[in-house]
């Protein structure tokens, strides 16, 4: 019996092709068996490490006279009245002010509080901005207000009435009616 062609062709290629893998795995399996043998690092104690060179010992200088300091200016409170002393200075000057919630280096938070102080400066009201990974600015209004969500908008109107909470991305419009709302 003779073989067509067609049927040499197709053998020779799948014989080619068997050669070729069977030369691939034997250049893969040899380059695996060099990287598997990885040096060995022996980790050495703090206290077992030999020092550095000697260090030189100081030269002793002539006593000082002690310098009186001046006290240090008072902090000032952070809250006044349960509430943070920006915004209670805030609702001082202006009858309804926009706080602000927002970490810092976010950048949803960032737009949030820009588009905050854009409807607030809009509806002519005050402006706080609180930072909510600061303890100290933070922990008055959390007492106040429970948990604090970032980015958020506060609308307060005097005495110290919380008005409206947006928790979340509020647009300049949307800060705009609620401020212009808490001033009626």
Excluded: C, W
């Amino acid at each position: 019996m003779s073989s067509t062609p067609r049927i040499r062709v197709v053998g020779l290629v799948v014989g080619l092709a068997v050669l070729a893998l069977a030369a691939g795995f034997f250049l893969l399996s040899r380059g695996q068996a060099a990287s598997s043998a990885a040096r060995t690092h022996t980790v050495v104690p703090l206290s077992k490490r030999t020092k550095g060179p000697a260090k030189k010992q100081p030269v002793k200088k002539p006593a000082r006279k002690p310098v009186a300091h001046k006290p240090a200016a008072p902090k000032p409170a952070e809250s006044v009245n349960g509430m943070p002393a920006a915004l209670a200075a805030a609702l001082a000057r202006d009858k309804v002010v926009v706080v602000s919630l927002y970490a810092p280096k976010v950048e949803l938070d960032d737009m949030a509080t820009r588009e905050a102080r854009a409807g607030a400066a809009a509806a002519g009201v005050g402006f706080v901005a609180f930072n909510v990974l600061n303890e100290g600015q933070s922990r008055t209004l959390t007492k106040m207000l429970g948990i604090l969500e970032d980015p958020a908008v506060l609308v307060f109107r005097r005495p110290g009435e919380l008005v409206v909470r947006f928790s979340g991305f509020a647009d300049m419009q949307t800060v705009l009616q609620a401020a212009r709302n808490a001033g009626l």
